[in-house]
């Protein structure tokens, strides 16, 4: 997920201090990257289809690596998505991960790392969808730009507007538990997109493997921003 000095990121960042997503020290925490690939053998169609065994698991992992958080996802061709018939939709499957999914416990704090307005929210309250979630309108060196945070807490939207003012450093949201995030173990997905089209509190976070490099143009690595709560520790 690291930028690397060959490649330049869509968005224009020079000169702009970014704020945290998450509450992270990089000087005593530590991140467990999550592996969501077919060759992850340990997570068996039974444990998928458990959410409970499932938040197990995802607990345990971190807790064995003395993490704070899990994260990945990126460009992740994942199987994960097999638990849910949301997935199977159309002709072909969504399994690729357009985001970055921070794992941690539920009531996790997000914060807005640049100012920002609301677009939209919604709750996608089918099983393996997004749950709550909240979109976020940025403008950054002339570039509009979105965020979508999914697998929220319902309390999270309870009282938001469109139009509303989020500033800089604001603590607007926490992960939800899995009745309200979609029936998934909690966690963040965080999402960058430049063009929603007519979407509103939704967008895919997934799409089939055959349209990657489009998917991927409109949603760029999240990592741009993430590396500034992350630091080093984001690999």
């Not at 994960?80 to 199977?88: C, K, L, T, V």
């Not at 143009?217 to 500034?228: E, F, G, V």
Request: charged share 20%; proline share 6%; net charge negative.
């Amino acid at each position: 997920m690291q930028e690397t000095a060959t490649v330049k990121h869509p968005l224009n960042l020079e000169g702009v201090v970014i704020g945290k997503v998450v509450d992270f020290d990089p000087a005593s925490d530590q991140l467990y990257p999550f592996n969501f690939t077919a060759s992850n053998t340990e997570l068996s169609p039974e444990v998928l289809a458990d959410t409970a065994v499932f938040s197990d698991w995802i607990t345990g992992q971190m807790a064995k690596a003395n993490a704070r958080y899990g994260i990945g996802g990126y460009d992740e061709h994942r199987t994960i998505y097999a638990r849910s018939s949301h997935f199977d939709a159309g002709e072909e499957p969504r399994r690729l991960h357009l985001g970055v999914d921070i794992w941690g416990p539920a009531g996790t704090k997000v914060y807005n790392f640049y100012k920002a307005e609301v677009h939209s929210f919604k709750f996608n309250d089918h099983y393996g969808d997004y749950g709550a979630t909240i979109i976020l309108k940025y403008d950054i060196n002339g570039r509009v730009f979105y965020a979508l945070y999914g697998h929220l807490s319902l309390s999270s939207i309870a009282d938001l507007k469109v139009g509303q003012k989020i500033a800089k450093g604001a603590a607007f949201a926490t992960f939800g538990i899995p009745e309200e995030n979609g029936h998934w173990p909690p966690h963040l997905h965080f999402q960058l997109i430049f063009n929603l089209f007519s979407a509103r509190g939704d967008y895919p976070g997934v799409c089939p493997f055959s349209q990657k490099a489009v998917f991927l143009l409109n949603s760029p690595d999240p990592s741009a921003i993430l590396k500034h709560t992350f630091k080093a520790a984001l690999i």
